[in-house]
């Protein structure tokens, strides 16, 4: 299985980025996707999840600004992010894990945002 995350770029504060990642290299579609950024100097973080069903969480540092979806037939997650501010800007990485056989955990290779003020 593997991810592979797009999206990411510069944009100024206020502004608006579509992160979209993919999953290929399997027929076993994951049961939860989730956003993860990680800041310079700082932990990863959980950003938001989706899981198979549709049901999604999200850090409260994003609540209100982000939303995490998915495509219909579960191989893409996406994540909309508006009104970003300064403190948006990180590395984000696209995970996704299935909890039933074949069970499996995948990270994506990271897309830098960078909101400038």
């Known amino acids: 299985v593997q991810l592979q995350a797009s999206g990411g770029g510069l944009v100024q504060a206020g502004g608006s980025l579509r992160l979209s990642c993919a999953a290929s290299?399997?027929?076993?579609?994951?049961?939860?996707w989730s956003w993860y950024r990680q800041a310079p100097g700082k932990q990863r973080e959980l950003v938001a999840t989706i899981t198979r069903v549709g049901s999604t969480n999200y850090s409260d540092s994003v609540k209100g600004r982000f939303t995490i979806s998915r495509d219909n037939a579960g191989i893409a997650v996406y994540l909309q992010m508006n009104t970003l501010t300064p403190e948006d800007t990180a590395v984000y990485f696209c995970y996704a894990a299935r909890r039933v056989g074949p069970t499996y955990e995948k990270w994506g290779q990271g897309t830098l945002v960078t909101v400038s003020s």
């Open positions: 290299g399997t027929i076993f579609r994951p049961n939860t």
